[in-house]
């Protein structure tokens, strides 16, 4: 009879394993003739040893010897086993063996193993790779999570088992574990619980995803020290979501740059008692296919909503959305959306009033951002107001000429007309497009007084040729509906010969603090004197109608 021995030699490097955590094989000489010990553990249970083996011919007979891990190598054995029953495997020559082990103390063995198969070779003593855990084994054999399909309205899971104890000893006779940490893994997060004097436990969680696998698994103990805690098959819980429904006050924000829109609405679910208010759920704004977050907010206890929508990133398509991809007890809803932003443009305006009651204006407008266009034909709008805060009316429409067709770069405006009002509060407007805002520059008082004079007459008429002529007349200027004396000014006096159609400069006269004219000149001919304030008006006064009178010079 061919006979293979094993030392314990190879206890130094052996392999430890939990009970039920399958086999991994050893490296086996498969050039050697007859048995060979793959390894051997415990299995199935407390109290079960699992031998795995091949060889040429069909194994016939499994011995297996147990030493307590820290005994010596010449140490008795403290049991054996030899009634295996094949358990797994194509036959009797490759497979895995069971046989139950009965010792006298709780504790981690190692295993060598005896085989022998149908030819009569035998291997003795060969050294497992693995240990037996001979161990009190704590299971929970009724783990209970429901429901396994929450709703909206029942959103509450509970989960509840009872820890059971067995000794390997006495094998079948399973009692309730109390005081045991039991760790419930939701795979989302996990729980805590401990088992009671009848080893039954329960908690409770809402589930933060839509699909969840929930285990338990008992943790080590006082009463059970290096106890083999077995954790649970998985039970699936999928969380039912509801539809959803929101309203909006608007689909389409057009902003300035710079500037926020608001969005209002309620957001509802439909349950089993019909639709009811969405409390507490993210209502947002996200541009179409990047899933850029333009804005979000929540929904109150009552499902309404405010949201605030910034102009910083600007997207054409979009969509409104009620509760976020995901949640687990709400569908998510979605509307379009657009926001359209008209980029920030810089306006300027210089403008001055001549004494002729004509406006002239210029100025320059341009934008920063690369995105904006200008529109196919801009335009500024002249517009004035008594006031310069109310009121505000168009005077004249100026085109900006386009030469550049560049951010930061300025554009021009300018035209001269005759204003509808002297005395008034002028501004320039931008009449923006969708790409650029509307905007104003500051209010500039531009004003000048209408003026006239009255009583104009010379003296004397008739009079000596080359003696002194006078003029009598008031120079005045209206403030409001008020013609009030105009001091110190000069209105210019001009003289037509008798049958002449043209009118010559010939000086200027001064008037009093009353506004009364003086100055003389010397009589040379027949003629009509004018006088009018035409030519030094200052900075606030029109120019006046001209006044005439015919002098007979003899």
């Not at 290096?226 to 429904?245: K, L, W």
């Not at 509307?335 to 002729?356: C, G, K, Q, R, W």
């Not at 004397?460 to 002529?469: A, L, T």
Request: hydrophobic residues 35%; glycine residues 8%.
């Amino acid at each position: 009879m061919r006979r293979s021995t094993f030392r314990a030699a190879a206890t130094a490097t052996a392999l430890s394993a939990t009970l039920l955590t399958g086999l991994s094989p050893a490296q086996a000489d498969d050039t050697a003739a007859g048995p060979v010990l793959v390894g051997a553990d415990g299995c199935y249970g407390p109290g079960v040893i699992c031998v795995t083996a091949h060889s040429d011919s069909p194994l016939t007979r499994i011995t297996a010897h147990f030493f307590p891990l820290d005994a010596p190598a010449d140490a008795p054995e403290a049991g054996s086993t030899e009634d295996f029953t094949q358990s797994s495997g194509p036959d009797a020559t490759s497979g895995t063996w069971r046989a139950p082990v009965h010792l006298a103390d709780l504790g981690e063995y190692r295993v060598t193993v005896d085989l022998q198969d149908a030819s009569g070779a035998t291997v003795t003593g060969a050294l497992s790779p693995y240990h037996l855990e001979y161990r009190t084994v704590v299971t929970i054999p009724d783990l209970s999570v429901t429901p396994s399909a929450p709703d909206y309205l029942h959103q509450q899971v509970s989960v509840s088992g009872t820890a059971l104890a067995e000794d390997p000893r006495h094998p079948g006779s399973r009692v309730p574990a109390a005081g045991v940490p039991v760790l419930i893994d939701t795979w989302r997060g996990r729980l805590n619980a401990t088992t009671a004097a009848d080893g039954r436990f329960d908690t409770t969680f809402v589930p933060t995803w839509t699909t969840m696998y929930v285990s338990a698994t008992p943790q080590a103990s006082d009463d059970y020290p290096g106890a083999i805690d077995m954790e649970t098959p998985e039970q699936f819980v999928q969380t039912t979501q509801a539809p959803v429904r929101f309203t909006a006050s608007t689909h389409a924000l057009n902003l300035k740059q710079g500037a926020t829109g608001t969005v209002t609405g309620r957001a509802e679910i439909q349950t089993t008692a019909g639709w009811q208010p969405l409390p507490h759920t993210p209502i947002g704004i996200a541009a179409t296919g990047t899933g850029y977050l333009i804005g979000e907010t929540t929904t109150d206890s009552q499902g309404a909503y405010t949201l605030h929508v910034p102009s910083d990133s600007p997207a054409p398509t979009a969509e409104i959305y009620a509760a976020s991809d995901g949640l687990p007890f709400q569908q998510q809803a979605t509307e379009p959306f657009s926001l359209h932003v008209a980029y920030t443009t810089h306006l300027d305006m210089s403008a001055i009033l001549n004494d002729d009651s004509s406006l002239a204006a210029t100025g320059y407008v341009y934008f920063e951002d690369a995105r904006a266009k200008w529109p196919a034909k801009p335009t500024v709008t002249l517009q004035y107001s008594q006031d310069g805060k109310s009121g505000w009316k168009n005077a004249a429409t100026l085109p900006i000429k386009i030469r550049h067709n560049k951010p930061l770069f300025e554009e021009t405006f300018a035209r001269t007309f005759t204003t509808p009002d002297s005395t008034a509060y002028w501004r320039a407007r931008f009449n923006g497009n969708p790409d650029l805002a509307t905007s104003t520059t500051k209010a500039v008082h531009l004003y000048r007084y209408a003026t006239r004079i009255t009583g104009f007459h010379a003296t004397h008429d008739p009079v000596r040729k080359n003696q002194p002529i006078g003029f009598a007349g008031t120079l005045q200027y209206k403030n409001g509906t008020t013609w009030k004396p105009l001091s110190g000014q000069s209105p210019t006096l001009y003289f037509r010969p008798r049958g002449s159609s043209t009118y010559h400069y010939v000086c200027e006269l001064d008037s009093d603090r009353h506004g009364h004219l003086t100055g003389l000149v010397t009589a040379e001919k027949d003629g009509t004197w004018a006088l009018a304030l035409s030519r030094q008006t200052g900075n606030h006064y029109l120019r006046s109608p001209r006044v005439t009178d015919y002098v007979d010079v003899r």
